[in-house]
Every structure is written in C-alpha cells, then in structure tokens.
C-alpha cells in the first residue's frame, strides 16, 4: 500500500519523523513524504536530526505569512502531487494549518486520510487559534484517527466518529522523545555550557501561542522576573520565539536580569536535553505538556485551558492560568514545597509507552488490508 505523510512546522515533523521511519522499513508499504514547509528552518532541523528527505518539498514560507496565504498555497502546491501518486491514505498530525488544508486536498481529490493525534479538545474555537477548529474539522474530514488517549477517542465517538474507525495508540511525541534522549550529546550553545545545571535549579520556558499576546504575555514575564529575583539558586533559561512580538515583550520584561538567559531557539536534541536538565518547565506548549512528563519533570501550562487534561488529571501539569498572580504563587511553590514537587515529578505519564508508531502502521495495515 502507499502510505503518503504530509506535515509542515517543527512541532508535527517530530512527532511524524518516527512514524515515517517506521513506515519506510516496512516492506508492505510504499511511504512517501510530503513537506510543506510552513516552517522553513525549523523544519528542516528535524529533518536532519531523524535523517529524513522529503520525496516532495512544497517550501510555502513567506514573510509575513497569514493563514489565508498558507492555506491557498498547500491547497495548490499539494494538487499535482495528490493527483500523481494517488496515495491510498494521507496521514496528517495534530492541529497545524497544515493538518487542516492537507485534509482538505484530499477531501477534493477523494484520497482517505488518517488524523494522527486526533481527539484533543478544548472546545473553545478560538482558543489555542486556529488549532481547536484545524482539529475538528480535520476530525471531520477523516477516515481513520489514531488518538493518543481514551479520553480522546471518546471526544470522537461523542461527536458521531464510528469507534471502529479510532485507534488509540498513545502519543508518537514518546516514540521521538525516547529515540532522542537515549542518545549522548553535550550543549554547544555557550549559555548552555555555562549554567550549572548541578548546582542550580534551572527553569526552562516557552511561550509563544497568538493568545497569550499582549497582557498575558506581560502577566507571565512578569511573573517569572518576581521568581528570578526572589530566588537565586534559580536559572530561567527562555529560547525566545522568532515572532518580533514575541521577542519584543521577552526583551521588555526579562531582559537584563542577571539569572534569566534569552537564548535563541535550540533544535530539538538539545531542547530535549534542556528538558531532561531542568527542575521544572512552564510552557504555553501542547507538545511540552506531553514531552515533559515521559522525563519527570512538572509543567506549568500558562494557559487558560488545554486540551490535554490528562496530564493534569495525571498530577504531572497544573493549569496556571495567565494571571500574574496565580503563575508566581504555583512557580515559587515547586520551589518551596518539596512533596507537592516530588508529587508531580512522580506521576504516571498517561501519555504512552514509546511504541505509538508501531501501533498506528499495525492499523493501518489492518484497516487498509
């Protein structure tokens, strides 16, 4: 069977790199790799860090790119391609534009699709924007869905997805996890190499999301420039988003205090190893609420929701809202309450095993036979 994989940014090629290499060892299947580059450098970076050429290379990333630009421009550049290998299935990941408009070209083309990571929910529209509405109507369009929790597959089957037609697998970000933790590396970023990691209690950042923009944003910095000047064994360590935006309320209100380091973005064997060095992560993220679990490490979700529940119904994130207040009082308790730290670190990763990717090419060979 031909089994075509299409993903664009960062975040989907790391959780679709171990799939693909999955897919291309087996004999029975024909995979094929899609890239649309919605992400250039990024991108590219994984691509290189799982030794994996695209078979087609879209490159639609432009300047200022909205999302009308980015969905006119995979729905032409995927046509041709679509209509030339006639794939018998079309997997997609998660909640990117990517995700959506890919589903959509298919849709056009009659192609079926597989909706990897599929189920998660807020059920807010607006929020994470535009992810929740790429996830439904992706959800919409497709023919079988790998979901990485019950929970999820019941999201589905709540919204009339026939149950024969969900697979739950765990989550394939596990799969990459462990491939990339498991191997030796050293920091080459000089930042990196000079904080002690050992000595000190080193809290390591994202935040990004378009929502969070503006006053949240503020709420957050502010609050983690309250804990790093209250606490000086403390090392916050932020790799800052390319957005100017973001960059711009990172500079205003972390910059120039002495333990808070502004880095640029890290690839992602060394971000893993950040993750796996830290004491604790706070993140705007969907990946991290997944990623920093399988390493022990508590997360912080400053976010107004999340459509990852099962990690705080695990005990492995709390939902810290973006209020100042309320981020600073749930940070400096990590800090200052051991048990409740210990408590967190300690719970199950409800999150998978490592060996999603082995279950989603078992189905799909089951299901496609």
């Not at 299947?29 to 994984?46: F, G, K, N, Y």
């Not at 730290?341 to 719970?347: D, L, P, R, S, V």
Request: proline share 6%; hydrophobic share 40%; charged share 25%.
């Amino acid at each position: 069977m031909k089994i075509m994989t299409v993903f664009g940014t960062r975040p989907e090629a790391i959780k679709m790199a171990p799939l693909v290499q999955a897919l291309n060892k087996d004999p029975e299947i024909e995979s094929v790799l899609c890239v649309t580059a919605q992400h250039r450098q990024m991108l590219d970076q994984v691509l290189d860090l799982f030794e994996l050429t695209p078979d087609y290379d879209i490159n639609i990333m432009k300047p200022n790119q909205t999302l009308s630009m980015i969905t006119r421009s995979i729905l032409e550049g995927l046509e041709p391609i679509l209509q030339k290998e006639k794939p018998d299935m079309v997997l997609v990941h998660g909640d990117t534009s990517t995700t959506f408009v890919t589903a959509l070209a298919c849709f056009y083309q009659q192609i079926p699709v597989g909706h990897v990571e599929a189920g998660l929910r807020t059920y807010d529209k607006y929020s994470p924007f535009p992810e929740e509405m790429n996830r439904v109507l992706t959800g919409d369009i497709a023919d079988l869905h790998f979901s990485p929790t019950q929970r999820n597959m019941d999201n589905l089957t709540r919204e009339g997805i026939d149950p024969a037609k969900i697979v739950i697998t765990g989550n394939t970000v596990t799969d990459a996890l462990l491939t990339v933790a498991g191997k030796p590396y050293e920091f080459e970023d000089e930042t990196l190499k000079s904080i002690d990691f050992e000595g000190k209690r080193v809290i390591t950042v994202t935040c990004h999301r378009r929502e969070n923009l503006g006053e949240f944003m503020a709420n957050i910095f502010s609050a983690l420039a309250d804990i790093a000047r209250e606490f000086d064994d403390v090392e916050i360590i932020y790799p800052v988003h390319m957005n100017p935006k973001v960059r711009e309320e990172a500079s205003q209100y972390l910059g120039g205090i002495s333990n808070v380091h502004l880095i640029e973005p890290l690839t992602y064997q060394p971000f893993v190893n950040l993750m796996a060095k830290s004491f604790f992560i706070l993140t705007d993220s969907g990946g991290m609420q997944e990623e920093a679990p399988t390493l022990g490490k508590p997360v912080l979700v400053v976010r107004r929701e999340t459509e990852r529940p099962e990690a705080i119904e695990a005990g492995t994130a709390k939902l810290a809202g973006v209020e100042k207040e309320t981020i600073y009082a749930m940070a400096k308790q990590l800090l200052t309450d051991r048990s409740e730290y210990e408590k967190m670190a300690h719970a199950v990763n409800p999150y998978g095993d490592g060996h999603a990717c082995e279950r989603i090419v078992a189905a799909l060979k089951e299901k496609l036979k």
